[in-house]
């Protein structure tokens, strides 16, 4: 069974100008801790259609617990 994630992460700049790399960091992070990045959901757009914030999707395989 997989257990699943998400980070909230604003786009900042225009245009995608994600110079400040977070997103890498934070995927970085999540790896550490046994995480693996499997996509995005663009969760809020600014009024010209260009997304704002994304949530960062995670997941990991956790033992089935006993029944």
């Given at each position: 069974?997989?257990?699943?994630e ?17 997103h ?36 990991r ?7």
């Amino acid at each position: 069974m997989y257990r699943y994630e998400y980070e909230s992460i604003k786009i900042s700049g225009f245009m995608f100008d994600n110079s400040d790399c977070r997103h890498r960091e934070v995927i970085d992070a999540r790896a550490r801790d046994g995480w693996r990045y499997v996509g995005y959901v663009p969760m809020e757009y600014m009024g010209s259609g260009i997304p704002q914030w994304l949530d960062l999707i995670f997941e990991r395989e956790e033992a089935d617990e006993p029944c």
